[in-house]
């Protein structure tokens, strides 16, 4: 189970770190990743580290501003947000899966077998 947390109401141009905590002694084994969802929009890949957290992954748009990262020992995933502008506004998903863990299929929502329940995300202008 995920359990996502930290979202926020901030101005543009402020931070925020999101927190997924996973329940279970094998997270290590699982990629994770962070997708979202903005209002009117279908839900969107954001961003995803391997099981070892040697390796990560951006879609362009939040590339340079995003930063994904892991601490296996306290089963978590977080995402730092910097800079954050109003079109990152939306309801941020934390997902896992252990059947894949390369860039292409991680991209696509059918790749993940757990998914957290959200956290809002509302960033003004």
């Known amino acids: 189970q995920l359990q996502a947390s930290g979202g926020g109401l901030v101005q543009a141009g402020g931070s925020l770190r999101l927190s997924c905590a996973a329940s279970?002694?094998?997270?290590?084994?699982?990629?994770a990743s962070w997708f979202r969802r903005a209002p009117g929009k279908e839900r969107e890949f954001v961003a995803a580290?391997?099981?070892?957290?040697?390796?990560?992954y951006y879609v362009d748009s939040v590339k340079g501003r995003f930063t994904i990262s892991r601490d296996n020992a306290k089963n978590t995933v977080d995402l730092q947000i910097n800079n954050l502008k109003p079109e990152d506004t939306a309801v941020y998903f934390c997902?896992?899966?252990?059947?894949?863990?390369?860039?292409?299929?991680?991209?696509?929502?059918?790749?993940?077998?757990?998914w957290g329940q959200g956290t809002q995300v509302t960033v003004s202008s």
């Open positions: 997902a896992a899966t252990w059947r894949y863990s390369s860039f292409n299929p991680l991209q696509g929502e059918g790749a993940y077998d757990y």
């Open positions: 279970g002694r094998t997270f290590s084994i699982y990629t």
């Open positions: 580290i391997s099981g070892s957290g040697s390796r990560v």
